[in-house]
């Protein structure tokens, strides 16, 4: 053995024991190796048993087994957690000591400055070298890490043994030998760890042998603790053997810190797990009312968008009333729904930041701005739908009024044409006298003017269909047809018209006499027959008018034809006269004319009948022209007591958004006062409501009255509706930003006084454009160029405090897995909730390293993955 310089080596175990024993290094190994008793060796090989059972083997005798330098590797890497150089398989001695000397080298490694002990004497099987080795690699692995209050390796574990031993009578731990004779020490460590193993209370310290054995067989049994001490033994010495007690009673402090620390690893698992599982029940949630929110908007538009026109009055109110409800009882808690996707969203987020987890991306068209998109697509549709309803409302009633003017025109002039073309295609005039020629042809010339009088009407007759039909009238076919008949009708009698002319001509050199009264009786009473029917037709046309003006120019115009009757009775009279001079001249001269004139079918008793008709229908008139009016004026009232209102609560809603603007920037105090002010704030919004109630209500009393305008006011319900909706979602979002702030503030503890310093910060805080790219990046992820006061407060929170981070997770993990790359199903369902066990295992990945064993589970790659580093 080659000889060395003396080293002291005060941070290693060994310079420890040095120190204790105040001896050079040499003769401490020589003394060392001497004392050890065979108490030692049964207790060194009880321990490295203890960790070769992990890698499936085990040793028989301590000074053969290690030889070959194979399993002393082993032992090394299972106690380390460590791979060590690739051993020698070959047989030889040089392969032996090529694989103790990779042993020693490792244990230098860690800082261990080995004197005395070759690879030579372990291959020889020189027993106190191996188990000074051993004692060595105990020191080293199993006691030197010991740690109580500021004390370490020896004097930490022996503090341990008091700390815990302190609590029971008869034991008191000085030291690793006479301390532990009576066995009340070691039945005392277990029963302060698992008190329902040992019934220490029946315990005596006269008898320590059944002490010792039941320690020894109760931590075997339920702490997996390997029996490497004798009862007999440590009972019949005077000093127990130090080295073989303390190896047993490190075995304890490990068992037991083990279990503390897997207690703590796995409450860590269980919190980040449960933050895990209620964030992503929460975007579960989210997920589903995004979908219900979008899936009703895709089926509302196509509704909104609908624009098959009907053909009544009738069904287009049903339309409009079927729109009311939709506004009353359908939209608002769709309104309420969004509002609340948009809080959750905000809550989510805030959430997953102070879990130090990554923003929550909805799934692709999920966006609160995709949702906000289609929401806008809603009220586009919903706005376009109404204002085609009114302005479909306006065409059918437009079109009712045309194709009523329509039939009574054309009634009027079928009515007036019926008969006309007989009447032309009569041969009368072949055996007529002279005088009859004439009054035939003074006839013909009354018809020719009367059939002009006409004309106008049968021109407007035509312009109301052709109106009718650019109005997509759904009875157009008809009205066509009609119309059609009628031009028809009227090309016929004009052509008829000039053929009898024409034949008249021809024979007028025949007949010479006229009766002058009769033709003027037949011009005055055409065109005042004519006048008296167009009266007729508009004192019974109906009229649709909007305001009040319009209703004034109807009265007007019709006081101003009840002005002209005076002078059209003077005409009747005047007519009515010619004809009885007529009858006069007739009865005084004998004249054969049968009593007719032959120039016009207008009898006195016509124009006397059509006259007591006009009389009678002038005052229906005026009645129907005052109801009207007074219409007109009560919606005239309704506009001025719509815009009114809609003047006060249009510019109160622009106020109230203007404070709340100032508030969520001016607001001091705490985030409790400032979350009461809000919240009271928000209340005297609310109890605004029934005004915007009352509005509606007038709006409504418009709508049914056809009230398409109002000059009282620039403000519609519509821009009412819109506004209110607005303030009601902006006041809810101030006050759910405080409320996140004092989340944010709850979980990551800080002061108001932070708070006050952070919002300083928020407005005048000033990076280079690196660190403001990199902050921008946490703050506003989503690239909306917009910082919210919340996600500035998250950022400070994160820069200025300590969360689970991936790594600790991974490192609990590693506890629970006993050290080992990977963790096993039965391990998670032992040290974990029932719940969070299985969440584990459905998401972690199968382990493939070398080490693997069936049923191995990769935790590493499952932590990282909570923190989004990877994909889960």
């Not at 068209?365 to 586009?380: F, P, R, T, Y």
């Not at 109301?464 to 008949?485: F, H, M, T």
Request: aromatic residues 8%.
């Amino acid at each position: 053995m080659a000889s060395c310089s003396v080293q002291t080596f005060p941070e290693s175990p060994w310079g420890l024991l040095v120190k204790e024993l105040d001896l050079p290094l040499r003769d401490w190994v020589s003394h060392l190796v001497l004392s050890m008793p065979g108490s030692s060796s049964q207790t060194f090989t009880a321990w490295c048993n203890s960790h070769l059972r992990k890698a499936g083997t085990q040793i028989e005798n301590i000074e053969e087994d290690f030889r070959d330098g194979l399993k002393l590797m082993l032992l090394l890497e299972v106690i380390s957690g460590e791979r060590l150089a690739k051993p020698e398989r070959g047989k030889m001695r040089v392969h032996k000591i090529s694989n103790v000397n990779k042993a020693l080298d490792f244990i230098a490694s860690k800082g261990v400055k080995l004197v005395s002990i070759g690879a030579e004497e372990i291959v020889d099987g020189n027993v106190k070298m191996t188990l000074g080795m051993i004692w060595t690699i105990i020191l080293r692995f199993a006691i030197q890490d010991i740690s109580v209050e500021e004390t370490s390796a020896k004097e930490g574990l022996l503090l341990w043994c008091q700390r815990k031993t302190a609590p029971y009578k008869n034991v008191n731990i000085q030291n690793f030998h006479i301390s532990w004779k009576d066995g009340l020490g070691f039945c005392a460590l277990i029963h302060r760890h698992r008190p329902e193993l040992i019934d220490y209370g029946k315990l005596r310290k006269d008898d320590p042998l059944t002490n010792l054995n039941t320690a020894f067989d109760v931590a075997e049994k339920y702490l997996d603790i390997p029996k490497m001490l004798d009862a007999e033994d440590i009972v019949g010495t005077a000093r127990p053997d130090e080295k073989a007690i303390m190896t047993y009673v490190s075995s304890f402090y490990h068992a037991f810190s083990g279990a503390q620390k897997a207690e703590t690893a796995a409450n860590r698992i269980c919190k980040v797990l449960a933050v895990n599982q209620e964030n992503e029940q929460l975007m579960e949630d989210y997920e589903k009312l995004a979908s219900d929110l979008l899936e009703w908007i895709r089926r509302t538009i196509p509704w909104l968008e609908n624009r098959a026109p009907e053909n009544t009055m009738q069904a287009m109110q049903q339309k409009l009333e079927d729109f009311r409800d939709y506004r009353r009882l359908h939209k608002p808690p769709k309104v309420q729904e969004k509002c609340q996707l948009e809080i959750n969203f905000n809550t989510l987020q805030t959430k997953l930041r102070l879990s130090n987890r990554p923003a929550f991306m909805p799934s692709e068209g999920k966006m609160v701005s995709d949702i906000n998109n289609a929401w806008g697509g809603l009220e586009q549709a919903e706005k376009g739908y109404e204002e085609w309803l009114l302005n479909e409302i306006r065409r059918l009633e437009r079109l009712d009024h045309l194709a009523e003017k329509f039939r009574q025109k054309a009634s009027i002039h079928e009515s007036w044409t019926d008969g006309k073309e007989a009447m032309l295609q009569q041969k009368d005039y072949e055996t007529a006298t002279l005088s009859e020629i004439k009054a035939l042809l003074k006839k013909h010339e009354a018809f020719e003017s009367d059939l002009a009088a006409h004309q106008d009407r049968v021109e407007q007759i035509a312009a109301i269909a052709q109106e009718l039909n650019e109005l997509d009238y759904y009875d157009s076919p008809s009205v066509n047809a009609r119309c059609q008949k009628i031009c028809d009708q009227w090309d016929n009698l004009g052509a008829l018209t000039q053929k009898r002319r024409e034949a008249l001509e021809r024979t007028e050199k025949l007949l010479e006499t006229i009766d002058q009264l009769y033709l003027e009786y037949a011009k005055r009473a055409a065109p005042f027959n004519n006048w008296m029917e167009g009266a007729m037709e508009d004192l019974q046309d109906t009229f649709i008018v909007h305001t009040i003006e319009e209703i004034q120019g109807l009265t007007t115009a019709h006081e101003q034809f009840k002005a002209t009757l005076p002078d059209a009775d003077k005409e009747r009279q005047a007519i009515l006269g010619i004809h009885n001079e007529v009858s006069k001249i007739v009865q005084t001269y004998h004249v054969n004319m049968a009593g007719t004139n032959p120039y016009t079918t207008i009898t006195p008793h016509e124009i006397n009948g059509k006259w007591e008709h006009v009389r009678q229908l002038v005052p229906r008139r005026d009645q129907a022209l005052m109801e009207e009016h007074a219409r007109q004026q009560q919606n005239e009232r309704l506009r001025k007591q719509f815009g009114a209102q809609a003047n006060v609560i249009g510019p109160w809603i622009q106020t109230k958004m203007e404070e709340i603007g100032r508030i969520s920037i001016e607001m001091h105090g705490t985030l409790e006062d400032q979350l009461n002010h809000l919240r009271q704030y928000e209340k005297s919004i609310v109890n605004y409501k029934p005004k915007i109630d009352q509005l509606e209500g007038d709006h409504q009393q418009i709508q049914e009255a056809l009230i398409f305008d109002n000059k009282h006011t620039n403000y519609t319900m519509e821009h009412i509706r819109v506004g209110w909706e607005q303030l009601l979602t902006t006041i809810a979002r101030t006050i759910n930003e405080v409320e996140n702030q004092i989340l944010t503030r709850d979980a990551k503890g800080i002061s108001q006084e932070q708070m006050n310093e952070f919002r300083a910060s928020f407005n005048h805080f000033d990076r280079g454009e690196a660190e403001f790219a990199r902050i921008m990046s946490i703050v506003d992820p989503n690239r909306l160029g917009v910082v919210t006061f919340q996600a500035f407060i998250d950022f400070m929170s994160r820069e200025t405090a300590d969360t689970d981070t991936a790594d600790q997770v991974m490192a609990s993990f590693k506890i629970l897995a006993g050290d080992k790359n990977y963790i096993t199903v039965d391990e998670l369902r032992r040290e974990l909730p029932p719940d969070q066990a299985e969440y584990c295992i459905a998401r972690m990945a199968p382990y493939n390293g070398r080490d693997a064993v069936p049923g191995a589970l990769d935790y590493m790659s499952f932590s990282t993955a909570l923190y989004g580093e990877s994909d889960l």
